[in-house]
């Protein structure tokens, strides 16, 4: 028995140290998961507490709206999305991995919904989009994972129109994740204003508004 003990005791040191390890990374040196791991997005375990609908029904999509999927990833949310603004509405499906634009290209042609999305292969620093042309960013398990998440802010700023909302949502499975607390003052650096927070510690999500006559950290 002293022998299955220490092998599980060895084994579940080793899991939590990989953690810390992983985590510690992710933070020192911010990048994006890699699409190799994209399989981990769609996981039946995540989608217990990431049900698309239930999670995006909390931000306020109104049917005619053009929304940003701010590092999409496998589409797993801008299906959702694409159905919420309707016919009318327009999807800005961003990401700056090419096979994941691929997932989602494929998920929202199987979902019917193509025609109201657009795939931009880019990252969120420099967004090919005109000035006060989006009603609402989301950015969900995305924005610790940007070496310059301040340029990312201002650049999103740019985008979204007066009055308009930014949602991050973080969760602590993901390895960058960081408490509210610190995406709140990244946020807040960036010249947004807090309007709500949904969730708790272990999935939450941060809804703030995009007010243009402020000055923002930077700019």
Known sequence: MGTIANILSWGA??????????RAACHYRPRPMPHQF???????LRLRYRDPSE????????AG?????????????TVDMARMVGAEGIVHAVDIQAPMLRKTEARVHAAGVAERVRLHHCGLNALPLEDDSVD???LIAT????????????ELRRVLKPGARIVVSEELPDPAYV????????LEDAGFRKVARKGLLFCYSLIYVNEKGERAVGV
């Open 13 to 22: 040191g080793s899991v939590v140290g990989s953690q810390v390890t992983s």
């Open 38 to 44: 994209a399989k981990a997005l769609d996981n039946p």
């Open 55 to 62: 999670t995006l029904g909390m931000y306020g999509f109104v």
């Open 65 to 77: 709206m053009t929304v940003m999927d701010a590092g999409c990833g496998t589409g797993l949310f």
């Open 136 to 138: 609402l960013a989301v």
């Open 143 to 154: 924005l610790p994972q940007i070496p310059d998440r301040l340029g990312a802010l201002l």
């Open 179 to 186: 408490p509210y607390g610190v995406t709140a003052s990244w």
